[in-house]
């Protein structure tokens, strides 16, 4: 604490500028291009509509991506949280790297929360194509621990956006950061994650959005962190290709990309978008200084606008006092609520579980629907379970009066609401809204506990075997007592 605080009185709290930041924007919607041919139509009036494809297992979602950029002729803008050094995140890099030698521009935008290579960033960003950005740094790159405690109120707060933008013509937002966890590919853990695929007026504003964080005060080049890096070689770029041996990994056996049925779908252009009026939702930059969020304004008026139903499923619940009050109160006006989130088992950051449990018996007695999701859940992948020991909900979506998707990179805790800066896109789709809501009926069933409340304590009911457990379901002892030690400490506003 003594070293931080002395670093802490020195500290300018960023990274010092080695020379101008440029300032750049993107193309705008790219006619003629290759994407323009797969998705252009005129039953549908793109300043107002947007058309999707719901991502909802991972190969799918990472094969998306790889579309994307390998179809991309002028510019790929990409915006993360976590970017991961693994085989999935070391695939996308590759293809990155191919579609600028070709002579797109890539903008690559990173959250600086992840530890990743400054070097290995700074290599990629030589490229005469490419620019890397990272948001909000650490000023201590070898001690960021003692940044983190010397500049807490700055490095406490995060960019957690997620999209990936190709050709200003097609967009994916979503909950899913980078890495294997999130595609289903060799990992302990296998997130149930969410993405859509994005064509209409929320691509330019998916573009405009990235504009602004990426030319902000927040985004500062890796140049001014590590200089004087140099283009890898191309005998170096064999020699990495040869070590990971990613092009045999992605072509053969069991993760090859050709025998996925959204491959064959993606070769003959044979997949159909949902159509709706459709926004797309941000928090501004300078939300990581204080300022309030947008988001949560938008979200507040949509939510009142509620009149019937809402699903809302996070794998992070923290609903604190107010929000928890806020959904009885909407129950007992005549709406239909429902919450779908993770098990104490299933969810990775047992600290929000802790502080989510407090709130659990007073919203099962004030009539929401609570479920939460097995860590032993199915989940549906050709990919699914090859390593993986156990399933986490990570999507973050809503489903409102059966006409209205909401998805985005937010979860409904104080973090969300307060600290990190986060973005959605809402549609109006009734068609896919109520398969949604048909499809989840039975995989609720299959793949969730119900929460209920018996003699005025909280029990888990497993419908696919019609027991009663009374206690954490598939949690171990230590975890349910980290979970309740952190539900006694007074952390929950940074959850």
């Not at 489903?399 to 809402?426: C, H, Q, Y």
Request: proline share 3%.
């Amino acid at each position: 604490m003594l070293i931080a605080f002395l670093y802490g009185c020195s500290s300018t709290g960023s990274i010092e500028p080695r020379a101008p930041k440029s300032v750049s924007h993107h193309y705008g919607y790219q006619e003629g291009s290759r994407l323009d041919a797969l998705f252009h139509q005129s039953d549908y009036d793109t300043d107002t509509h947007t058309g999707f494809v719901p991502l909802i297992q991972g190969h799918d979602a990472l094969l998306a991506r790889l579309s994307l950029i390998e179809t991309a002729e002028t510019s790929i803008d990409l915006q993360y949280y976590i970017y991961r050094d693994d085989e999935t995140s070391q695939l996308l890099t590759w293809r990155l790297y191919e579609a600028a030698k070709r002579g797109v521009r890539v903008r690559l935008l990173l959250d600086d929360m992840q530890k990743r290579s400054d070097r290995g960033m700074a290599t990629l960003d030589a490229h005469p194509n490419i620019q890397v950005r990272l948001f909000n740094p650490h000023q201590y790159r070898t001690a960021r621990g003692v940044a983190f405690l010397s500049d807490f109120e700055r490095l406490n707060r995060r960019m957690h956006n997620k999209s990936i933008t190709a050709d200003s013509v097609v967009s994916i937002v979503g909950g899913r950061n980078i890495g294997n966890e999130y595609f289903s590919f060799e990992s302990n853990v296998e997130f149930g994650d969410f993405d859509l695929l994005l064509y209409g007026n929320t691509v330019e504003q998916t573009a405009d959005q990235f504009d602004i964080y990426w030319n902000s005060e927040y985004a500062e080049p890796i140049k001014w962190i590590y200089p004087n890096s140099r283009v890898l070689s191309k005998e170096a770029i064999k020699t990495l290709l040869e070590d990971t041996d990613l092009e045999k990994k992605f072509s053969t056996g069991e993760y090859n990309f050709t025998k996925l049925p959204f491959y064959q779908k993606l070769t003959e252009h044979d997949f159909t978008l949902y159509w709706g009026p459709a926004k797309l939702w941000y928090d501004m930059p300078d939300k990581v200084s204080g300022e309030s969020s947008q988001l949560v304004d938008n979200l507040i008026g949509l939510l009142s606008s509620v009149e019937e139903s809402l699903v809302l499923v996070t794998p992070y619940f923290v609903p604190t006092q107010s929000g928890t009050e806020a959904l009885v109160d909407a129950v007992q006006s005549g709406k239909s609520i429902t919450v779908i989130t993770n098990t104490l088992a299933s969810n990775d950051v047992f600290a929000v579980h802790g502080w989510y449990a407090k709130y659990r018996q007073d919203l099962v007695e004030g009539g929401v629907d609570l479920w939460e999701i097995k860590a032993s859940a199915n989940i549906d992948s050709k990919w699914s379970f090859t390593g993986s020991s156990r399933s986490s909900l990570h999507a973050k979506a809503m489903l409102l009066d059966d006409n209205k998707i909401f998805v985005g990179s937010m979860n409904w805790d104080p973090r969300s609401a307060f600290l990190n800066t986060e973005m959605a896109v809402v549609i109006e789709q009734p068609e896919y809204v109520q398969h949604s809501l048909s499809r989840m009926k039975q995989q609720l069933s299959a793949n969730a506990y119900k929460v209920v409340v018996q003699d005025g304590k909280v029990v888990w009911y497993d419908p696919a075997t019609g027991e009663i457990l009374t206690s954490e379901p598939e949690a171990s002892v230590w975890r349910r007592m980290g979970a309740w030690v952190s539900g006694l400490l007074p952390i929950e506003a940074q959850l």
